[in-house]
Structure formats: C-alpha cells, structure tokens
C-alpha cells in the first residue's frame, strides 16, 4: 500500500508540474471552456490558512523558494427553474453546466530578518453557471463575473508585496511552509507590516471553517461576509497597506487599499485621497475553549452611484433606472461585521461558524457582490469519527437582504453587477450547501458539493434551484 502510495503522490506531483507548464504557457483557450455570450469569468482568490493560526515567521532562507502550487478543477451543474420572467443578469430558466480551471504557483523569501517578500502567479480558464450572474451569493467562488473589458485568460500577478516584522516579546512560536507564509519562527506579539499588491480577504474577516472555495465552501456568501464589500479588481486583489498588532489574548488589523473606478472594474482608482477602502478588525479569544471573535468596519470613498438618486432621475425622465450613470466622486459605503468560530473536538477540525455582515445600503454595491445583509452559521465534522481522518464533511445556511432602496431600484428594472431579473418580488435569498471532501492522498482532494437557493437574486418570483458540482483539488 505505501509503494502504491508513493506511486500515485509521484503521479500527482507530476500532473501538478505539467498542469502548472502547460498552463502558465500555453494561451487562454488551451482548455476547452464554456464561452458565456452573457459574462466571461476570471479567478478571484487563492484558499486561506485556517484562523486563528496567523502568518507567523522570521524565516531563515535568503534567496526565493516555491511556497506552494495548486490546481483546481470545479464541474458545475444548474438546474432548471421556475421564473415568471429574466433580465439581463438572470439565471438561464433552462439550466447551465460549467467548468473552471485554476492553477497557481506561490514564492517566498526573506530578504533580511524581518523583512519578506512574496510573489503569487496564477492562471484562470473556463467560466461560472449562467454567466456567473442572477444570484447574490455566487455558487463557485474560484470565479467572479468579467465586468468591464476583456480580461485575457492568461497568467496574471496575483500578490506582490513586502512584509515586515518588529517582534514585541522574546517568546517565539513556530510554522510550517504554506501558502504566502514561510517557514521560521516569530514573536508571538509583534507588530508586523504589508505593502503592495494583496488580496484583502487574506487578512481579514477569517474563518477556520468557512474561508477558502477551493477546499471548504464554495458560495461566495460563506467563504466571505457577503455584506463585506472590500476592495478587489475583478480578479479579486487590490494594491494597499496594513498595519497590525498581533498577540496571544488579541489582535488589532488595519488596511487601506485603492478600490475600482467602477463597479466591479478591473482597473483601480488612484489616489487615496480620492477613492480608497478602509478596513479596521479586532480579533480577540474571550475563552480558553478555543472561541474566536472577530469585530470588522469598513468604510469606502469611491466614485459610486446612489440608489435613489438614480430612481428619481428614472421617474423624472421616465426611463430605466440606471446606477453607474450617477456616479460620483467622494461617495461613501460604510459597515460592519462578526465573525465568530467555536472549535468543538477532534483538535478543532470539527466545529462551528457563525457570521453576521451589515451595510448601508445606499450607495451602489462595488467591488464585491449584491448583499447589504447576511447572516450565515454552518458546522464542519472530522471524518475521524468514520475512520478517514483527512476527509470533512461541511453543511451551512446563509440568509442574504438588500436594503429598502436597493431592493426599489432592482424592482422598477435596474441592474448592478450580478443581479438584474428586469423586475423583483423582493424575497430574502436562502441558501444552503453541504460538501464532502474526500482526501484521497495526501495532495489529492475530491469534494462532490450540493447547493439548494431559495428566491435566487433576492427574487421570490424565480427558483428554487439547486446546483451540484465536483471540486478537484491538486495542492502543494
């Protein structure tokens, strides 16, 4: 069993390699893909370390090394559905069967003792169910809608930034090599620094058991706090600074990064005197049974539009509402978030989730998705309890409004980003998913996936519809 082991992780390590060559190589259309004539996709982000185990390290390598590669292969299927009518960004009634492809290399070094510098390439193909519209909590979360241009399907830079680390306390703790972390040791209270291009999501609002699509979750309102609207161009990263206090009982996070000079634009606004996204995170362990809070606010200044600006210029002029057309400078979305993680058993890889997201609601949705409120709660189980130690079953429900005005515009024909049915019987939308991760050797995961939605873009005239997808993960 442990040549035929050895065997098969030799295999893997070896598709791996020729995925990553072929991939970053070859062009855009080199895998067969669905080309959407409604929305092409792109990649937004890369799996997380789990929460509560921080990115930790004064490395000892000086020169670069491979921190990690990873492929993700996602087949997904669309039901049918019922609906009374569809807009521009409906589901398609008739279902849709998609597939998306991603493929990623990850690099590290130390340039001093303190300082680190990281370098993350990846690489998308393929694209999302129905265009990767009509729904607020997305259903594969490897893939986010085009927006304006056409973004090219070959590899892009996904992280290029520096970190820098002031220790605090002589008591040090250890990590392994991952993903953007590389191995050493590090002060357990220090202040650390992040400057250049950056996911935001890498470093705020985490979740041991809801954070990364490629292995957890995949409904954008689960992997994230759906009513977080952080900065991202449309692959899903931003240039910016951080600022954090990191120790044992708490830490304190502080970001600010450029956000898009449209919704969902590829292109960020500069400088951040005039646009920019403001996120700040208390994170604090109340208990010793392993409980974790996290306490989010954030603010952004944009050129963004006003729901009800744009429907009393649609009343007066008697025409379709539309809200990038009454964009401005200087505009401001504001809110909040919880997020909290209970370990239970079976050293924490069996617990639960709770999370709980509010915005204003007044100004346009930007960068993100369309949910101005969520409330999302789910469970992760071990599969040690059946004997396969590495396996994890997750199950979790998410719960996602619009506020008043928000909900007016869509309902008199209005579309953002991800949602425009032409019309809207406003109706909370309700999801639930349930995935099994089957580790079928060390670097080889299959998740089947199971996604129910209830009035799907907050439209109870639409649905339900149900999504099934298979998640093929090769990681490093």
Avoid at 137 to 166: C, E, F, H, S, W
Avoid at 217 to 245: C, E, H, I, P, Q
Wanted: charged content about 20%; overall charge positive; proline content about 4%.
């Amino acid at each position: 069993m442990k040549r035929v082991e050895n065997t098969v992780r030799t295999a893997c390590w070896l598709t791996l390699l020729a995925i990553l060559t072929v991939t970053m190589c070859c062009p855009g259309n080199a895998i067969a893909e669905d080309v959407s004539p409604v929305v092409a996709v792109e990649a937004l982000t890369v799996s997380k370390s789990p929460v509560g185990k921080e990115p930790t390290m004064v490395p000892t390598p000086r020169w670069p090394e491979l921190l990690g590669a990873q492929y993700t292969w996602v087949r997904q299927s669309q039901s049918t559905l019922r609906a009374a009518y569809s807009g521009p960004l409906s589901l398609d009634p008739a279902g849709d069967i998609a597939a998306s492809h991603t493929v990623g290399a990850y690099f590290g070094w130390s340039l001093t003792e303190r300082l680190q510098a990281y370098f993350d390439l990846e690489k998308f193909m393929g694209s999302g169910v129905s265009g990767s519209t009509g729904l607020a909590g997305l259903t594969n979360g490897d893939v986010v809608r085009q927006g304006a241009g056409n973004l090219k399907k070959r590899p892009y830079v996904a992280r290029r930034y520096l970190r820098y680390i002031v220790p605090l306390s002589a008591d040090t703790s250890g990590v392994e090599a991952a993903q953007d972390q590389l191995r050493g040791k590090e002060a357990i209270t220090r202040v650390e620094f992040k400057i250049g291009t950056m996911a935001v999501s890498d470093d705020f609002d985490k979740n041991r058991y809801a954070n990364s699509t490629r292995t957890q979750f995949m409904n954008w309102a689960l992997w994230n706090n759906g009513a977080w609207d952080f900065a991202a161009d449309t692959r899903g990263y931003s240039n910016g600074v951080l600022a954090a206090y990191v120790s044992p009982g708490w830490t304190l996070r502080a970001g600010v990064y450029q956000i898009p000079s449209m919704a969902n634009g590829q292109d960020l606004d500069a400088p951040l005197r005039k646009a920019r996204a403001e996120n700040v995170e208390l994170t604090a362990t109340p208990n010793d049974r392993g409980t974790i809070v996290r306490l989010l606010a954030y603010r952004n200044i944009a050129r963004m539009g006003i729901y009800r600006d744009a429907l009393a210029v649609a009343k007066a002029t008697r025409n379709t509402p539309d809200i990038a057309a009454q964009d401005r400078d200087g505009r401001k979305k504001y809110g909040v978030g919880v997020n909290i993680e209970q370990p239970l058993a079976d050293d924490g890889e069996t617990g639960v989730f709770l999370r709980m997201g509010w915005n204003n609601g007044k100004t346009e949705s930007f960068a993100f998705t369309e949910i101005d409120s969520t409330l999302a709660a789910g469970a992760q189980l071990s599969g040690s309890h059946w004997g396969r130690t590495d396996d994890r079953i997750g199950v979790a429900f998410v719960t996602n409004g619009l506020s008043g005005a928000h909900r007016a515009y869509l309902a008199a024909g209005g579309s953002g980003f991800v949602l425009g049915d032409g019309a809207l019987r406003y109706g909370r939308e309700q999801i639930v998913e349930a995935y099994y991760r089957i580790a079928l050797f060390k670097h080889v995961q299959l998740s089947p996936d199971f996604q129910y939605i209830r009035n799907p873009g907050m439209n109870s005239n639409r649905g339900p519809v149900k999504f099934v997808s298979f998640r093929l993960h090769l990681e490093y």
